[in-house]
Nanobody, 124 residues
Framework: QVQLVESGGGLVQAGGSLRLSCAAS????????IGWFRQAPEKEREFVAT???????KYADSVKGRFTISRDNARNTVYLQMNSLKPEDTAVYYC??????????????????WGQGTQVTVSS
């Protein structure tokens, strides 16, 4: 059973940066794709970015050029570097894991394991 724990959220002014981390335990980390999703109040959870087990990446249009996803398999951790943050980036950010060797996915259905989330608040 894979367990995921997010960290790194907080309050930042518009234009600022944050780096989120998703630490995994259980399973063979390098075999899993890890994605980030976010959910703002009264909105659906939406895809942000993902990195597959074979280091493919995909981003939502709304974050392209501002966010970067990366992974460190030696540390069982995926990072989401968020730059040029905007108030509309405010949400709870969740990391999620696929099944082993799963295809890259930008939908919730592609993920089996979920973390508890970390709050990101961007003030204007």
């Amino acid at each position: 059973q894979v367990q995921l724990v997010e960290s790194g959220g907080g309050l930042v002014q518009a234009g600022g940066s944050l780096r989120l981390s998703c630490a995994a335990s259980g399973g063979t980390f390098s075999n899993y794709g890890i994605g980030w999703f976010r959910q703002a109040p009264e909105k659906e959870r939406e895809f942000v970015a993902t990195i597959s087990w074979n280091i493919g990446t995909k981003y939502a249009d709304s974050v392209k050029g501002r966010f970067t996803i990366s992974r460190d398999n030696a540390r069982n951790t995926v990072y989401l570097q968020m730059n040029s943050l905007k108030p509309e980036d405010t949400a709870v950010y969740y990391c999620a894991g696929t099944r082993p060797f799963w295809q890259i996915s930008d939908t919730r259905d592609g993920y089996t394991y979920w973390g508890q989330g970390t709050q990101v608040t961007v003030s204007s």
